[in-house]
């Protein structure tokens, strides 16, 4: 399975895993599934750092390369395709960032791991973390 972490799953995967369902963890961890994180969810992760909203244990450059790589997690590069495809979305979710996942979702056939019910709405494969 290819997995795409939502960022709120991106960070508790790496921080506090206890907040993960144990099918979400062994998913995670499941060597046969490809884990994938948005760039989009790096910045949202350097916008809220920056805003003092999140503290991580280390710098941001620190965590990303920790918690991305071929052991850990590949990044998801944003490309047109993903941005034309946010634009078809309906507004069922107003967040920029979310709605850009379920686009790179339908885009890269991937499965959205996420605990935000709403974006059931939009039809893409979900991994719920609850």
């Not at 099918?23 to 989009?40: E, G, K, Q, S, Y």
């Not at 920790?66 to 967040?95: E, K, S, Y």
């Not at 709605?99 to 499965?111: F, K, P």
């Amino acid at each position: 399975m290819k997995l795409l972490l939502d960022t709120h799953v991106w960070l508790w995967s790496a921080l506090e895993t206890s907040k993960l369902s144990a099918p979400t963890r062994a998913a995670i961890l499941d060597p046969a599934n490809t884990i994938h994180v948005c760039a989009a969810s790096i910045w949202e992760v350097a916008i809220k750092t920056e805003l003092g909203k999140l503290a991580l244990p280390v710098p941001l450059a620190d965590f990303v390369a920790a918690q991305t790589g071929p052991d850990v997690a590949a990044v998801l590069n944003i490309t047109a395709a993903h941005a034309v495809a946010v634009a078809g979305l309906p507004m069922h979710h107003r967040d920029p960032f979310d709605r850009l996942l379920v686009a790179q979702a339908q885009v890269e056939g991937l499965t959205l791991v996420t605990v935000d019910d709403v974006l059931r709405a939009y039809g893409v494969p979900i991994l719920g973390t609850a």
